[in-house]
């Protein structure tokens, strides 16, 4: 699978992990101890919640790219 959403990574103190945010897939989220298992574990929800989305005959957003407020 192609990901084209916008991911917005950063290391959280609090949870001592990278936390990935998909801001164009609400509640989209993902975590992991190193960078690229973030990333991976974003590639892997990502997927789950488009197919969640359509198992529930909801709109998925196309992706924008880059967004202005990121």
Known sequence: MS???ELI????KV??????????LA???ADGKTYQE???N????????????MDLGRDIPKPKG???YA
Do not use: H
Not at 15 to 24: A, R
Not at 42 to 53: G, H, K, P
């Open 3 to 5: 990901i084209k959403y």
């Open 9 to 12: 990574i950063y290391w959280s």
């Open 15 to 24: 949870d001592n992990c990278f936390i990935v945010e998909v801001p164009e």
């Open 27 to 29: 509640g989209c989220m």
């Open 38 to 40: 973030a990333v991976n």
């Open 42 to 53: 974003a590639e892997i929800i990502i997927q789950e919640w488009i197919e969640t989305a």
């Open 66 to 68: 880059r967004l202005m």
